[in-house]
């Protein structure tokens, strides 16, 4: 019979966990340590697995789908100027028309991503249920010509859909100083799992790998090579690595990402660090769990490519609700400086 922990054991539980990660003890000391509660951005709207982008007027951001006033929004969105006070743009909808292979009675359409390419369009990589294995997502692609859309995927079939390993899901764009594209995802390899939190945690547990894909520079989706598994899910992360969000921090290679469940208390953000964008890659972290400035479940960070600024999500009395901070990395150490 499964008993759920208490929130003070599942915080103890995760904060033994980070400290088995690290290999820097001495810089972790006191990492974690309580502090004031953060506020969460637009009084606590819902706005999950949100994604950054900046633009001259200011930040943007993408989230998952939502329903507001009884009607989904695929692709929700909120603006900045000074990446504190956060408006939610009631009535908009990035990407209101599904591409074919959508499941469209259930299409579940996740962690939207958008970067903007050389020739000023903009690219969104996102991901939905699959209409040929409904119980499977894929990774895709959209395309726009002005930031608030509407983004169109034209495709018939999806873009990264290995359904025999469990499909795909959260994909996020990444520029290199050398002006290389890039995009990390996660093979949802519990999507196939034998049960437990998240599908996962029951013997054999299936691996769920964070891969980097190589794409043209021009049109941000031509393929190039084969994609890199950069880390997978280990004893420490429960049932899944997920969530991927790759930058340039402190003079390394940041792939932040959560483990554990999202249901569950355990749910965290974490980040692991490497000198070359191919990796090796070592786990660090995490950075936020349960108990960390108050929050509940903290996941889903995403960083302004080659900056410091980052917006994740944590739970709250009307879903997931949006944070913002400033992140600096020492050694192999994150930090993050709360804005509210």
Same mark, same amino acid.
Not at 46 to 57: G, H, V, Y
Not at 186 to 204: L, M, Q, R, Y
Not at 210 to 215: A, E, P
């Given at each position: /019979?499964?008993?759920?922990?208490?929130?003070?054991?599942? #915080?103890?539980?995760?904060?033994?966990?980070?400290?088995?990660?690290?290999?820097?003890?001495?810089?972790?000391?006191?990492?974690?340590?309580?502090?004031?509660?953060?506020?969460?951005?637009?009084?606590?709207?819902?706005? *999950?697995?949100?994604?950054?982008?900046?633009?001259?007027?200011?930040?943007?951001?993408?989230?998952?789908?939502?329903?507001?006033?009884?009607?989904?929004?695929?692709?929700?969105?909120?603006?900045?100027?000074?990446?504190?006070?956060?408006?939610?743009?009631?009535?908009?909808?990035?990407? *209101?028309?599904? #591409?074919?292979?959508?499941?469209?009675?259930?299409?579940?359409?996740?962690?939207?991503?958008?970067?903007?390419?050389?020739?000023?369009?903009?690219?969104?990589?996102?991901?939905?249920?699959?209409?040929? #294995?409904?119980?499977?997502?894929?990774?895709?692609?959209?395309?726009?010509?002005?930031?608030?859309?509407?983004?169109?995927?034209?495709?018939?079939?999806?873009?990264?859909?290995?359904?025999?390993?469990?499909?795909?899901?959260?994909?996020?764009?990444?520029?290199?100083?050398?002006?290389?594209?890039?995009?990390?995802?996660?093979?949802?390899?519990?999507?196939?799992?034998?049960?437990?939190?998240?599908?996962?945690?029951?013997?054999?547990?299936?691996?769920?790998?964070? /891969?980097?894909?190589?794409?043209?520079?021009?049109?941000?989706?031509?393929?190039?090579?084969?994609?890199?598994?950069?880390?997978?899910?280990?004893?420490?992360?429960?049932?899944?690595?997920?969530?991927?969000?790759?930058?340039?921090?402190?003079?390394?290679?940041?792939?932040?990402?959560?483990?554990?469940?999202? #249901?569950?208390?355990?749910?965290?953000?974490?980040?692991?660090?490497?000198?070359?964008?191919?990796?090796?890659?070592?786990?660090?972290?995490?950075?936020?769990?349960?108990?960390?400035?108050?929050?509940?479940?903290?996941?889903?960070?995403?960083?302004?490519?080659?900056?410091?600024?980052?917006?994740?999500?944590?739970?709250?009395?009307?879903?997931?609700?949006?944070?913002?901070?400033?992140?600096?990395?020492?050694?192999?150490?994150?930090?993050?400086?709360?804005?509210?």
């Amino acid at each position: /019979m499964f008993r759920p922990l208490t929130l003070a054991a599942t #915080a103890l539980l995760a904060s033994s966990i980070a400290v088995a990660r690290y290999t820097e003890e001495d810089e972790y000391e006191g990492l974690l340590k309580k502090r004031a509660p953060i506020t969460p951005v637009m009084s606590g709207q819902n706005f *999950p697995d949100p994604a950054l982008l900046r633009m001259a007027d200011g930040w943007h951001a993408f989230a998952t789908n939502t329903i507001i006033n009884g009607s989904w929004v695929h692709v929700p969105m909120a603006k900045s100027p000074d990446f504190q006070t956060w408006t939610y743009l009631t009535g908009v909808d990035a990407m *209101p028309t599904l #591409a074919a292979w959508v499941d469209l009675n259930s299409p579940r359409v996740w962690a939207p991503d958008v970067v903007q390419l050389d020739d000023g369009s903009f690219i969104m990589y996102y991901t939905a249920a699959y209409k040929e #294995a409904t119980n499977l997502h894929c990774v895709s692609y959209a395309t726009s010509n002005t930031l608030l859309g509407p983004y169109v995927d034209s495709l018939k079939e999806p873009w990264i859909c290995p359904t025999a390993i469990g499909g795909a899901i959260d994909p996020s764009g990444y520029t290199n100083s050398d002006g290389t594209r890039w995009v990390v995802y996660k093979i949802d390899g519990n999507a196939i799992g034998h049960g437990g939190s998240c599908g996962n945690t029951v013997e054999p547990i299936v691996s769920t790998p964070i /891969m980097l894909q190589q794409v043209n520079a021009a049109d941000g989706y031509s393929k190039i090579g084969e994609p890199i598994q950069l880390i997978t899910n280990g004893p420490a992360d429960g049932p899944v690595v997920e969530a991927p969000s790759l930058s340039y921090l402190g003079g390394k290679y940041v792939l932040f990402f959560s483990s554990n469940c999202f #249901a569950t208390t355990l749910y965290d953000v974490s980040y692991a660090t490497a000198s070359h964008i191919k990796g090796p890659y070592t786990k660090y972290g995490p950075l936020f769990v349960t108990g960390t400035d108050g929050m509940t479940s903290p996941g889903g960070l995403d960083i302004a490519v080659n900056g410091n600024h980052a917006i994740w999500h944590g739970a709250g009395s009307t879903g997931r609700a949006a944070y913002t901070a400033i992140l600096s990395l020492t050694g192999n150490v994150v930090t993050a400086s709360t804005l509210s």
